[in-house]
């Protein structure tokens, strides 16, 4: 069994600063469901302003971070899962039995997140994707390559088919001699575009009330997207990222194996090819004035540019590890990417005690540009605690309590005085 020196020598600070670039990032748009009612993430018309600073808030975001940041954490995921195989063979436990464990780990501390503090949380499905994907952890670069494309490929299908068939529910309704049942049909499927202003008033209320009121109101929601949007969206999407992930990690990508010239390439093609594709795409949205079919349908579209502008974002980070350039910020990001863990549920906590009533209460009270003061102060706080924190302990606490469950034994966590943090941090 490996060591704490030993597992920290073989850290790489260019994943870690990866993985801390897309902590932070991530938080951009949780913000928005974490203090506004949650179909404010979809559209921006729904709460949290639609105009001014608002709408330019959605409009960056929706080109560079919504989706971009998720499928970057979802890839460095894929990696990590790799990576910590290789890490346990020969040792006890195997590779097997230590992924199984931190997935069933993963799941539980997934379900008290999301229900207690993020209805968005992302560790469940992350846990159930992980159980596929070990299998095939082996696969050439080429295979794992290609099968992450054809998932995705094949969820965009879906989701385009999906898109198509509330277009026709649609037409069907409003349709002269529409009969009940097609109007029925019709307006129980647009609740998936188009939730009813009660609902956010609802969340509004519930949020702002006691504890077990906000807990009502984010069970509610967690619900909805575990037992209907997770199955079809989310674990498929998942898979098929974490598929690439493997692929570029065996391939290099994420160990600065690659040249810097095809870093360069990767930050062209998600900049100059895909980032436009996708403004081009809010433009689309913007203009049809968030119509929700629209806004649906263009939304699809844009999950073929979201994988490349975060691999471009990736790409520039890389290249500043590289470069040795922005030193003291690589590694502070370093050190947030190595407690990402830790990192991503202190960002619930802190949220959850910033929106909700038995906190400040500040849920739905600011509008979505307002938002952006709360994520900079999170921002400050996961810079600056994470790096001081790994000098003193070898790991982020959750990391901790995570890796004893996996092992059912409590792990080395303070370091000795003579026990310098590793490079990394």
Known sequence: MSGPATAEADRHISIDAVRGFAVLGILLMNIVGMGLPAFAYVDPTYAGGSAGADLWTWAVNNVL?????????????????????ERAEGGRPGPMATHYRRMFWLFVIGMIHAYFLWWGDILVTYALAGLVIFPFRKLSVRWQLGAGVAILAALLGLNLFEAHELTALQAA???????????????EASQLVAPSADLGRQEIAGYRGGFLDAFHARAMAARLIQLYLMPTNEIPEAIGQMFV??????????????????????????????????????????????????????????????PLIGLAHASVILLLVRSGAAQGLINRLAAAGRMAFSNYLMTSIITTLVFDGFGLGLYGRLSRFQELAVVAGVWVFILVWSRPWLARFHYGPFEWAWRSLVRWSPQPFVRMRSQPAAAAT
Do not use: C, H
Request: overall charge positive; cysteine-free; glycine content about 6%.
């Open 245 to 306: 992930g493997m692929a570029l990690f065996r391939s290099g990508f994420f160990t600065l194996r690659w040249s810097s010239r095809a870093y360069l390439a990767m930050i062209a093609v998600g900049y100059l090819l895909a980032a436009p594709a996708t403004a081009w795409l809010a433009w689309k949205i913007w203009k049809a004035d968030f119509e929700p079919l629209a806004l649906n349908r263009l939304e699809d579209w844009q999950q073929v540019t979201r």
């Open 173 to 187: 309704a409003l349709a002269p001699g529409a009969t009940p049942d097609a109007i029925k049909a019709w307006q």
């Open 65 to 85: 971070t919504d989706g971009k940041m998720r499928a970057l954490f979802t890839m460095l995921f894929g990696a990590s899962a790799v990576l910590i195989a």
